[in-house]
């Protein structure tokens, strides 16, 4: 409960015991005295009587009669009794001292009881215990006027007075309950919403926003409960919204392929995306430490940071490349960035990391190939136009001279028309120029159709081939020259690079929906670092102390791009001098399956 209606009760109900206190006790009194007074009249003419009695029997001594009835008298009603004549000469006194008669209260009540017949009063009295009340009363005694004064002394004054404050108080308590119960019930009005707003409240500042659910029955209440609910509407509103942005932002950071760190002014980071956690190997460990206490747990980001630092300074746009311990090249661009509500003020930097290795890789592959294609190129064209210049002077060669010069243009020739088809070849798979129409055709026949125009250069170098076909039909859907391109290069590539003298097999077999074709040779094999980029265009394997193979490293990227077309896969099994095995697998359609 509030203290101000703590004291304010308390203040309350002292005012009601005080007043009703007051109240009781003065009535009381009143009571008293006029009861007294209304005796004292009768005790008076009482007196009187006996008086009269006595003084007018003869030979009666006049003081000392008055002096005997007054003690007598004094012990019956009980009460002091003093009698005086007109000129307040003391006739009798039966217990004060003569000096007490004459004081002042005293005198005054028979001086008022001269005037007025009778008179009287309440006093305190010196060496009388508890109030005492006076009466006065002028009568005619035996035709001279005296006054008899009665003082009666009210000795359970103090035992009144403890029952009226008993009586007052427990009015107080009456009242004091009553009100308390009275403010009680207004206060659990007030109260029980107050309280809920207060829970609601306390659970909103720690984020539980939750409408009030209470009848008030309080106009002002309500309005205040209303406006706490709209306020949680609002507050809802804002944090869906909130969320709906923070989430967007987060699924967008989240996805992004590129690295985003963001530092403030004071070059602390203050965001880091999973792509930037990973490319830069930090876990959350690392980041707290780095957040914390301005740890920088590897050089990388030791780096990233002096870029920001630099960037902070001057908010000029830096960028450079950077390893990590992946052999990651990454790509840094640091750039300053403004807040939002400051627009021209800068509030920290921004630092985009990329994965370049890749782009670096094929860039570099792309020099590589364009040194290989233009050397390529190059010595078949040097060689036709140094026989070309010598066939001009054909008149001075001898028929086989010029025979052999015509067959080494010719085979040069060759050899530029492949590399150019190949490249053309290429770009149309890559581009999916798709114009030829599709055909269903036997697997088998290709095979051997390539081995008729192939295994004769096999020959050549005293390289042998077998051939293993299914006794049933594989029938395949699709462009029978593209199917012709995978047999080539796959058979063409083991002739290449198989030894003389070497083997070469080549099978053809079914696996429930799948056809699987799998050329195998004797030759050089290929390392297990190459293996995983030999599908990779412009790529060639480097061959130490091998005889160079020519080739420009597209053929089996294109062999693959094919299979691709054909929903198959192709993997490869070699290891270094011990030969390679190329597999391809290719599904059959249930249409085809049909068709057979
Ligand atoms: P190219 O033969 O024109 O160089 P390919 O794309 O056909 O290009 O082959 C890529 C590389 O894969 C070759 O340079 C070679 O090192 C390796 N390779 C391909 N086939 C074989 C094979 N049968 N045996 C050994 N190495 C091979």
Redesign the pocket.
């Known amino acids: 409960m509030n203290k101000r209606i703590h004291l304010g009760l308390i203040i309350l109900l002292s005012l009601i015991f005080i007043i009703s206190s007051l109240a009781f006790f003065v009535f009381n009194i009143d009571t008293v005295i006029s009861q007294t007074r209304v005796r004292g009249i009768s005790d008076i003419r009482q007196i009187m009587i006996e008086l009269n009695k006595s003084l007018s029997t003869p030979g009666t001594d006049r003081m000392e009669a008055f002096q005997r009835i007054a003690y007598e008298q004094s012990i019956r009603i009980p009460a002091h009794i003093i009698i005086v004549d007109t000129n307040s000469n003391l006739l009798a006194n039966s217990f004060l001292k003569a000096e007490d008669i004459n004081g002042r209260y005293i005198n005054a009540d028979i001086v008022d009881a001269k005037e007025y017949g009778i008179a009287g009063s309440a006093y305190r009295l010196p060496g009388v215990p508890g109030l005492s009340v006076t009466v006065a009363g002028v009568q005619e005694l035996l035709s001279e006027p005296i006054v008899i004064y009665l003082i009666y002394s009210i000795e359970d004054f103090q035992g009144l007075y403890r029952a009226f404050t008993a009586f007052g108080l427990g009015l107080v308590l009456v009242f004091s309950s009553m009100i308390l119960l009275i403010v009680l019930y207004i206060q659990r009005g007030y109260q029980k919403p107050i309280r809920k707003l207060i829970q609601h409240t306390s659970a909103a500042v720690h984020g539980g926003f939750s409408k009030i659910t209470i009848d008030t029955g309080n106009q002002e209440l309500s309005k205040l409960v209303l406006n706490f609910n709209s306020l949680v509407d609002r507050y809802n509103e804002l944090v869906k919204s909130d969320n709906w942005k923070y989430s967007r932002i987060n699924t967008l950071l989240s996805n992004l392929n590129t690295g985003i760190i963001m530092v403030n002014l004071e070059n602390e980071i203050i965001l880091v995306n999973p792509r930037a956690e990973s490319l830069l190997n930090l876990n959350k460990l690392n980041l707290f430490n780095v957040r914390r206490n301005n740890e920088e747990p590897n050089t990388i980001l030791k780096e990233i940071l002096r870029i920001t630092r630099k960037v902070n300074n001057d908010q000029q746009s830096k960028s450079i490349s950077l390893n990590n311990s992946e052999n990651q090249i990454l790509e840094v661009v640091a750039d300053s960035i403004n807040s939002k509500y400051h627009p021209y003020e800068p509030s920290g930097a921004l630092v985009i990391l990329r994965d370049v290795t890749e782009i670096r890789r094929m860039e570099k592959l792309k020099d590589e190939f364009v040194s290989n294609v233009s050397h390529e190129l190059r010595s078949p064209l040097t060689v036709i136009s140094g026989f070309v210049e010598t066939l001009k002077s054909w008149k001075t060669l001898s028929e086989e001279d010029r025979t052999t010069a015509l067959d080494i243009v010719e085979i040069e020739t060759e050899r530029l028309k492949k590399l150019i088809s ?1 490249l053309l070849h290429l770009s149309r798979i890559e581009g999916r120029m798709d114009t030829d129409k599709f055909e269903l055709f036997n697997a088998a026949d290709i095979i051997r159709e390539v081995i008729t125009v192939l295994a004769p250069l096999g020959e050549k170098k005293g390289i042998s081939t077998e051939v293993v076909l299914p006794d049933s039909e594989i029938i395949v859907s699709g462009v029978s020259l593209w199917y012709r391109q995978i047999v080539y ?2 058979y ?3 002739i ?3 030894n003389p003298e070497g083997s070469i097999k080549i099978r053809l077999s079914r696996e429930s929906n799948i056809h699987i074709l799998e ?1 195998e ?1 004797s ?4 390392a297990e670092k ?1 293996i995983k980029h ?2 990779e265009r412009f ?3 480097e ?1 130490p102390g091998k005889n160079k ?11 693959k791009y094919i299979i691709e077309e054909f929903s198959g896969t192709i993997s490869v099994k ?1 290891s270094d001098l011990k ?2 095995v ?1 597999s391809v697998r290719i599904p059959q359609e249930d249409r085809v399956k049909s068709e057979t």
Request: charged share 20%; proline share 3%.
């Open positions: 190949e290069n796959l063409d590539n083991a290449k690079y198989t050329v040779d030759g050089s094999g290929i190459d030999i599908f790529y060639r394997a061959r193979v020519p080739g420009s490293g597209l053929g089996l990227t294109i062999t070699s030969g390679s190329f």
